[in-house]
């Protein structure tokens, strides 16, 4: 595969991936940056807080569709069967989301966006880790503790329904695993804070959060 072509493609792809829909959105609603309060992320929980459920739920459905076209169009510019570079195209999409050039590399968190770049690669792997995250937060009310468990699951189910029962090759399924743990990894990483809040027991649930302002991180 032609250098060239991979530089399109992974350039396209973070381009995509850093269109800051929620960002956006809640401007628009409030005038203000979302990112001087909550979490201080651009993504669809922390517009929820700021802005409400309706533009929330815009935020994640337009950071889901991103993630998905930068997949298609790297398919067009790579090619649909090299799915290595698929994989990469689709960690350049979710970096693009939590470092976008557009808001000085201040992003979200790519959960949304990686749905939509996994949907393209593994979509019955996807469904079972959003049921994953439907579950926990219908029992527990906390968005982050569903997204790191369904980000945990996402591998398992790749393995599951792209390879072992149906008896692939290798190779139509096996760079859809690795990406999955490379991007779930980095989505887990990047919810660092979560984690510790989760670990202490002072995450908040859903609607408990209270909007103020979040330093810059250091």
Known sequence: MPLLSWLI????????????????????????????????????????????????????????????????????????????????????????HMFPAYLGFRGGKGVATGVGVFLTL??????????????????????????????VVLPIGVWASEGWWLNKPNEAWLPTLVWSIVIGLIIIVRHSSNLQRLRQGTEAAFGQGRLRPTPRDS
Do not use: C
């Not at 979509?123 to 906390?142: D, E, N």
């Open 122 to 151: 593994a979509p019955f792997a996807t469904l079972l880790s959003l049921a994953t995250w439907g579950v926990t937060f219908a029992l527990t009310h906390t968005v982050s503790l569903g997204s790191l468990l369904g980000v």
């Open 9 to 96: 493609a992974l350039t396209l792809a973070y381009l995509i991936g850093g269109i800051p829909f929620g960002f956006a959105i809640a401007k628009a609603i409030t005038g203000e940056d979302v990112r001087a309060s909550g979490s201080g992320s651009t993504g669809a929980t922390n517009v929820v807080r700021k802005a409400g459920l309706a533009a929330g739920l815009a935020t994640y459905a337009l950071d889901m569709a991103k993630g998905a076209a930068a997949l298609w169009i790297a398919g067009r510019v790579i090619g649909p069967e090299a799915r290595h570079a698929l994989g990469a195209a689709g960690l350049a999409a979710v970096l693009g």
